[in-house]
């Protein structure tokens, strides 16, 4: 059976800091893969969730988070490099699902002031989605020099940023496509 | 080994597709009494639905 419901390709803006210029990168996400037929999108920024500090993992189970992680086929996870890695509370919101990731798959994007474009980060990330369930493709997007990639309105300044997310996002597509079918029709003990 | 019984869709009712096995580690006191210790963890068999996409678990054999 191929499943002819569009794809759910959210992008989760992982920090919560105070001016973060994160968000730009997020937005100019959302609205890339908005253009794409067939595939849905939307901004889950995680400062807009309940992120309990008194719990973790499944514990702190937000309902509309995980379902929208239910629906989701595919993840963008736009990530800025905090201390050479990922932002912890970002970790405190992936931990609250499992069963919701398995088999889907991931990119990331990564965010810093400086020149790497978060590549510490992505790098330290990567054992976490693959604990996750998640299928990390082999394309990432680099924002490095952040504040010089948008303005502070967040219009984007250097535009060599469409095409590399447009690479990013074809094998994104393509890697959702696949293990949606997987998931589908390929049984484990088949 | 017989096989289990599909998982019933909980939202639309169709067959759910058993697409993986994952190990998932015990964080309470109550899922460390489950511990598989071959796998050091909980054993779970993941499920998806190929109707209308929702996901499900249950704890394998």
């Known amino acids: ?190 | 080994m017989e096989k289990r019984k599909k998982i019933i869709c909980p939202k639309c009712g169709s067959e759910m597709n058993h697409h993986a096995d994952k190990v998932v580690h015990s964080t309470t006191a109550e899922e460390a009494k489950r511990v598989n210790l071959a796998f050091g963890g909980l054993l779970e068999e993941l499920h998806a639905c190929p109707a209308c996409g929702a996901v499900a678990s249950r704890p394998a054999d």
């Open chain 1, 1 to 190: 059976m191929i499943n002819t419901r569009p794809l759910s390709i959210p992008v989760i803006l992982g920090t919560t800091r105070k001016g973060r210029l994160s968000v730009h990168a997020a937005r100019f996400m959302v609205d890339q893969i908005s253009r794409r037929e067939g595939v849905m999108t939307e901004l889950i920024d995680i400062s807009d969730l309940p992120i309990p500090l008194d719990d973790a993992g499944e514990g702190i189970k937000d309902a509309a988070f995980s379902e929208k992680m239910v629906r989701a086929d595919a993840l963008v996870l736009v990530t800025p490099e905090y201390n050479h890695s990922f932002p912890g509370l970002m970790k405190h919101v992936l931990d609250s699902c499992l069963k919701e990731y398995i088999h889907k798959a991931a990119g990331i994007v990564g965010v810093s002031a400086g020149p790497f474009g978060g590549i510490r980060a992505i790098q330290d990330f990567l054992p976490v989605i693959r604990e996750l369930g998640l299928v990390n493709i082999f394309w990432d997007v680099n924002f490095g020099n952040i504040a010089q990639v948008f303005d502070g309105s967040g219009r984007l300044l250097d535009q060599a940023f469409v095409a590399r997310a447009d690479k990013f996002i074809n094998e994104l597509v393509w890697m959702a496509r696949t293990l949606r079918y997987g998931r589908d029709n390929i049984a484990l003990d088949s």
